[in-house]
């Protein structure tokens, strides 16, 4: 009874995370990103430390952790950080300039530390919090005070991390997600960064009431974030040439609820074609054979199932989904009953009116043989976005569209992103950063006298 009271409780209230809910949870300030499954037996492993996460569950989005010692072990407990850490920078930035003091003399030979690990390791049996620890090796530290004031606060956030570490409980929305993967394993992802993203959604002119045609074979990113867009309005067709679907997922982090959930259907291409018309369906057969040449060899064997994809997938990513959720993260996307196949009732309506939008996502497949036989699919005056990691098969797509009058407006570009490092004193371009964001093609298409 009150399981079912608290999930009732978080979907009113979406700030508050559920018994089953994925979580993305950010380790020592990007550190270590790991998506989990919230549940009563869902463990964590920071450090050699092995924390429930239990405590998680009913906390609002956003919340901060930290890992305390308890009685029966250690523990994620509920952290508020303070503010005095950044005054104390504030001043010292301006103290700084007053004192002549330098690293110039400091010599690291290992030898600076008399505390040593043993009396650490007493230290947590007694029961010492990591605050205590920290605070033990900087007065047990004889080059410290010597330190300026810049380098002091680098030491104390550098042990922090390591006997303190902070958990900090985020939402999995397609910013995070995006950023997470982009961050841990860009290849999944097909190297697709945030700001091309939106700008795919943008070009594509994704909307409410909008129904979405999606070649997505970056793990489902692309599905989740237009489904996200579109707000349980519309539709999105995740489709896909052959007879395997492209696994999806990353769509299942999002915490969809069921009616957005029914709004995410899959269909293969054959299907799509053969609901156009009589002549469709006679073309279809041959539009299917040469979507097998359209697959690389690569894909086929990648897509040979979805289960083995994902395990696959899983094992590889250790960093961003722990061992202990598949089994409830396996449960939880069986209920979900996210991509299933669309009814016919919509692809009566699709044969009709066509997709309003179209965005391909799909690195490993040849462009422009798939936006041949794709882009009779849309009505007429639908915008398309096409992503790739490379310029050479956008290229070679837009010159055949221009040749063939079949859309207009097109144009290749090249999304541009700057991070900045923001500290008093501090501010300027982070010194490593991803400065290549693929190309999009986009255009509208028209209608062809064919």
Known sequence: MSENKLHGDAVENPRLTWDGCSVLLDINDGDRLVFSRLSAGAKLKIGNKNCSLQPLIGCPFGSFFRVENGAQGPYLSRYTPSNEGNSIQEQGDCQSKDELRDNRALVDNNKAQSLTGDAINEMRRQGASGDE??????????????????????????????????????????????????????????????????????????????????????????????????????????????????????????????EICKRIVRSPLADLFSVQTEKS?????????????????????????????SLASENMMSDLIPETTYSVERKS???????????????????????????????????????????????????????????????????????????????????????????????????????????ILSGTKICTNN
Not at 184 to 212: E, H, Q, W
Not at 221 to 245: D, I, K, Q
Not at 405 to 433: D, F, N
């Open 333 to 439: 996307s069986k209920s979900a009953k996210l991509g299933e196949k669309a009814p016919h009732e919509i692809f009566s309506l699709w044969k009709e009116n066509g997709f309003t939008s179209l965005i391909i996502a799909a690195p490993e497949l040849d462009t422009w043989s798939l936006v041949k036989k794709i882009l009779p699919l849309l009505s007429n005056s639908a915008p398309f976005a096409i992503y790739h990691q490379y310029l050479q098969p956008l290229a070679t797509c837009m010159n055949n569209l221009q040749v063939g009058k079949m859309a207009v407006g097109l144009q290749i570009s090249e999304p541009w992103l700057r991070e900045y490092q923001v500290l008093p004193s501090r501010t300027h371009p982070c010194m490593q950063m991803n400065g290549f964001g693929g190309y």
């Open 281 to 309: 369906k006679v073309s279809s057969h041959n539009g299917d054979s040469c979507s097998m040449e359209i697959e690389s060899n690569e894909q086929i064997s990648s897509t040979a199932g979805t289960e083995e994809v």
């Open 133 to 258: 620890i920290v605070e033990a090796l900087i007065a047990n530290s004889a080059t410290f005070e010597k330190k300026t004031l810049f380098s002091q606060e680098k030491y104390r956030l550098k042990k922090q991390k390591k006997y303190a570490p902070i958990v900090l409980l985020r939402r999995p929305f397609t910013r995070s997600i995006c950023e997470a993967y982009l961050k841990k394993y860009p290849v999944r992802i097909g190297f697709l960064r945030m700001d091309t993203l939106c700008l795919l959604l943008s070009m594509a002119n994704v909307s409410a009431n909008s129904d979405v045609l999606v070649v997505d074979m970056v793990g489902g990113l692309l599905t989740g974030a237009v489904a996200e867009r579109l707000g349980g309005t519309g539709y999105v067709c995740n489709t896909y040439p052959g007879g395997s679907p492209y696994p999806m997922d990353i769509a299942r982090i999002f915490n969809f609820g069921e």
